[in-house]
Nanobody, 126 residues
Framework: QVQLVESGGGLVQDGDSLNLSCVAS????????MGWFRQAPGKERESVAS????????YYADTVKSRFTISKDNTRNTVSLQMNSLTPDDAGVYFC???????????????????WGQGTQVTVAS
């Protein structure tokens, strides 16, 4: 089992930045990928960014490319999401997820992930 705990959410203004963190514990050695998802009220959960836990490869949704950066620190079992130039469209609950399956390409669908955090709220005021 792997446990994930997110932090760093909050209320910011349009154009501001936030940095989210996700700390993994447990059987982290079995992980191959980590991802960030978000869900706004009334909308489906969507992929934001992913990173290979061992490879370091990254994936970004088109809506966040050039504004968000995903990174990892394996020594601290931490994945971070630096979010710049936030807009109200970026608001929602952000979830960290972990994938324990090796894949040719990074997992970007929520059903591909095995473990989930409880989520952290991001609110962007216009």
């Amino acid at each position: 089992q792997v446990q994930l705990v997110e932090s760093g959410g909050g209320l910011v203004q349009d154009g501001d930045s936030l940095n989210l963190s996700c700390v993994a514990s447990g059987r982290t050695y079995e992980l191959y990928g980590m991802g960030w998802f978000r869900q706004a009220p009334g909308k489906e959960r969507e992929s934001v960014a992913s990173i290979g836990w061992k490879s370091g490869r990254t994936y970004y949704a088109d809506t966040v490319k050039s504004r968000f950066t995903i990174s990892k620190d394996n020594t601290r079992n931490t994945v971070s999401l630096q979010m710049n130039s936030l807009t109200p469209d970026d608001a929602g609950v952000y979830f960290c997820a972990a994938d324990k399956t090796w894949r040719q390409q990074l997992a970007v669908r929520d059903f591909q992930y095995d473990y989930w955090g409880q989520g952290t709220q991001v609110t962007v005021a216009s």
